[in-house]
């Protein structure tokens, strides 16, 4: 992939999983939040990453029986540098502020059940 300098290397990437949170029980509106924190590394280019993602799911029921009942939901990404890079803002004791985030990422997703399926 890419480095700092323009040239092409094989690098690898470490992720961990350092942290996550979730409502237990399901709100009343039916939501399920989620909020996971990883630290990602990369040795070749002494770089460190920091990412919080939050995920907000919702159990959809359908009027018609045209459609199988679905999960909809929201996921956002943000990303953070570490103090020690130019313009980084380490989040201190799990507190990712989005508004210290270097990038957001906005996806929305819906996972239906396959009618095709059948169950045993």
Known sequence: GPTRNSDRKIQSIDTTLVGTTTNNPITEEGALYISKQ???SNVQQDLQTLYKETMVLRHIETVSDSRSPSIQGLVKVSA????SS???NTPRRGNYD???AVAIYDYSIELTADSDVTRE
Request: proline share 8%; no cysteine.
């Open 86 to 88: 130019i313009g980084g």
């Open 80 to 83: 953070f540098l570490p103090k």
């Open 98 to 100: 989005d508004s210290r």
């Open 38 to 40: 990883y630290v990602q």
